[in-house]
């Protein structure tokens, strides 16, 4: 086959026969299929087998009872179901219009690109289909600060932010990408060297229902951004700093009522070991849960080695302070940021090492994992 379209879904049931109609008229003369990626809590799937049962084009739909990586897990899902030459991604709100593709499959098929852009801001596009000023301001500023933040690889691209692209198949590593949001372009475009070309289109107002973009999209969208930009360390230094600031506090609150230093500094260090597990669960290493150890394993794991830390690093303090030459300040810093990055490490190749999954399952999750570490 020669095109895949890769239509990643969320509860789009009115739009789908509107677009299938569409896609069809548009890819006349190409072998084509559509390939719907749905992650919906209604009658989508229900509505995508009517229509695909009425339509001449294929038309297949995988259902994710487990939507990992959001949008972003549902085109790599989606591309991994595909043995086309070329996958075609697009949204299923019909705000990238079908009359597009073969524009974008004819550049595609030149042979000197490995990924085209449908983009609003290259010459010709708009961006008319966003609703209100405010929305068209964010998408503008979020399009120039991650352009400023990756000047060398999106350098080729005036739009790193749309959802409407196309790429060949055997040229894009699929296994070096950790999607974590709905930017899935964005990743691909940092994590490897791509050859781009793009091809302006108007963004047009969505056919029915909703949108999708939530403050919540908002803040996974910064915390994806920042893990590309930074790595999963990011993240855990964040939280970091959180927990040392809530230890100081436990510890102040503990003194001031009384308790001894050495009890409330050893109660600060527990309560904060925890927290800090249970907030790299939720956000740092969230998408490495899904083929890690159960969680009571990966808790024990974690909980041993920061006390065993904190055993090794407190004499270590002590001596360095002791020596002579180094203030209490200057040796504590020094082995928090040992300890930080021993943390992390042991975090990322061990508490959250993938399990004993399928051979090449396990070996992409290895290799995402190495190359997340040394950043």
Same mark, same amino acid.
């Given at each position: 086959?020669?095109?895949?379209?890769?239509? #990643?879904?969320?509860?789009?049931?009115?739009?789908?026969?509107?677009?299938?109609?569409?896609?069809? =008229?548009?890819?006349?003369?190409?072998?084509?299929?559509?390939?719907?990626?749905?992650?919906?809590?209604?009658?989508?799937?229900?509505?995508?087998?009517?229509?695909? =049962?009425?339509?001449?084009?294929?038309?297949?739909?995988?259902?994710?009872?487990?939507?990992?990586?959001?949008?972003?897990? &549902?085109?790599?899902?989606?591309? &991994?179901?595909?043995? =086309?030459?070329?996958?075609?991604?697009?949204?299923?709100?019909?705000?990238?219009? #079908?009359?597009?593709?073969?524009?974008?499959?004819?550049?595609?098929?030149?042979?000197?690109? +490995?990924?085209?852009?449908?983009?609003?801001?290259?010459?010709?596009?708009?961006?008319?289909?966003?609703?209100?000023?405010?929305?068209?301001?964010?998408? !503008?500023?979020?399009?120039?600060?991650?352009?400023? @933040?990756? #000047?060398?690889?999106?350098?080729?691209?005036?739009?790193? @932010?749309?959802?409407?692209?196309?790429?060949?198949?055997?040229?894009?590593?699929?296994?070096?990408?950790?999607?974590?949001?709905?930017?899935?372009?964005?990743?691909?475009?940092?994590?490897?060297?791509?050859?781009?070309?793009?091809?302006?289109?108007?963004?047009?107002?969505?056919?029915?229902?909703?949108?999708?973009?939530?403050?919540?999209?908002?803040?996974?969208?910064? !915390?994806?951004?920042?893990? %590309?930009?930074?790595?999963?360390?990011?993240?855990?230094? $964040?939280?970091?700093?959180?927990?040392?600031?809530?230890? =100081?506090?436990?510890?102040?609150?503990?003194?001031?009522?009384?308790?001894?230093?050495?009890?409330?500094?050893?109660?600060?260090?527990? $309560?904060?070991?925890?927290?800090?597990?249970?907030?790299?669960?939720?956000?740092?290493?969230?998408? %490495?849960?899904? +083929?890690?150890?159960?969680?009571?394993?990966?808790?024990?794991?974690?909980?041993?080695?920061?006390? &065993?830390?904190?055993?090794?690093?407190?004499?270590?303090?002590?001596?360095?302070? +002791?020596?002579?030459?180094?203030?209490?300040?200057?040796?504590?810093?020094?082995?928090?940021?040992?300890?930080?990055?021993?943390?992390?490490?042991?975090?990322?190749?061990?508490?959250?090492? #993938?399990?004993?999954?399928?051979?090449?399952?396990?070996?992409?999750?290895?290799?995402?994992?190495?190359?997340?570490?040394?950043?």
């Amino acid at each position: 086959m020669q095109l895949t379209i890769i239509v #990643p879904t969320f509860n789009e049931g009115p739009n789908v026969a509107e677009l299938v109609r569409r896609v069809e =008229a548009a890819v006349t003369g190409i072998d084509a299929e559509i390939v719907f990626v749905d992650d919906s809590t209604d009658d989508t799937p229900a509505v995508i087998g009517r229509v695909a =049962a009425e339509t001449a084009l294929p038309v297949r739909c995988i259902h994710r009872a487990d939507p990992v990586g959001g949008l972003g897990g &549902a085109v790599v899902a989606g591309a &991994a179901a595909s043995t =086309a030459t070329l996958c075609l991604v697009m949204d299923g709100d019909l705000q990238h219009p #079908p009359e597009v593709i073969p524009d974008l499959v004819a550049r595609a098929l030149a042979g000197d690109v +490995d990924l085209v852009v449908a983009s609003r801001y290259a010459g010709g596009g708009r961006a008319a289909g966003l609703s209100g000023w405010l929305r068209h301001a964010v998408s !503008r500023t979020a399009t120039l600060v991650t352009k400023a @933040m990756f #000047p060398v690889r999106l350098r080729d691209t005036s739009d790193p @932010m749309t959802g409407f692209f196309v790429f060949a198949r055997e040229r894009v590593d699929l296994s070096v990408l950790r999607p974590t949001g709905f930017k899935i372009l964005l990743e691909m475009l940092v994590s490897q060297p791509l050859r781009i070309a793009e091809v302006p289109f108007e963004f047009a107002p969505r056919h029915a229902g909703s949108s999708k973009a939530t403050l919540r999209q908002g803040l996974r969208f910064a !915390r994806q951004l920042a893990h %590309l930009r930074f790595g999963l360390m990011s993240g855990f230094a $964040v939280i970091g700093a959180i927990g040392i600031v809530v230890n =100081a506090l436990i510890v102040w609150a503990l003194t001031s009522m009384g308790m001894d230093w050495l009890p409330a500094a050893i109660i600060a260090t527990e $309560v904060t070991i925890v927290g800090n597990f249970a907030l790299q669960e939720l956000s740092v290493f969230r998408e %490495l849960r899904h +083929d890690a150890r159960p969680l009571p394993t990966r808790f024990g794991l974690a909980f041993a080695f920061n006390n &065993a830390e904190a055993v090794v690093r407190i004499p270590v303090v002590y001596l360095m302070v +002791d020596s002579g030459r180094f203030t209490a300040v200057l040796a504590t810093v020094i082995t928090l940021a040992v300890a930080f990055v021993a943390r992390f490490t042991f975090q990322s190749l061990v508490v959250y090492r #993938p399990r004993a999954v399928a051979a090449r399952r396990a070996a992409a999750d290895a290799r995402r994992v190495d190359a997340r570490a040394p950043k």
